[in-house]
């Protein structure tokens, strides 16, 4: 799955989760989401349900922004 297409989907899913319709960027932070534990929780259940990829909510606690969550989750899905 290429980077663009990666990102979309990702982008797509948190939106689903943060139920926002705010234009995510790479540079988008997870403060400006907003770092609400149980919308988190929601878009890694969804990540790993779509895209067959582990992130925790621990992980995300300590991302800066958007692009560092699809950077980690392109690993995964490269593996």
Avoid: C, H, W
């Amino acid at each position: 799955m290429e980077n663009e297409e990666l990102f979309n989907t990702i982008a797509g899913l948190a939106k689903e989760a943060y139920k926002t319709d705010i234009t995510i960027t790479p540079e988008t932070t997870f403060t400006e989401l907003g770092k609400e534990s149980m919308k988190m929780i929601a878009l890694t259940s969804m990540i790993e349900n779509e895209l067959d990829a582990e992130v925790t909510v621990s992980e995300i606690m300590n991302m800066q922004t958007f692009g560092e969550l699809v950077d980690r989750v392109a690993e995964e899905v490269e593996e």
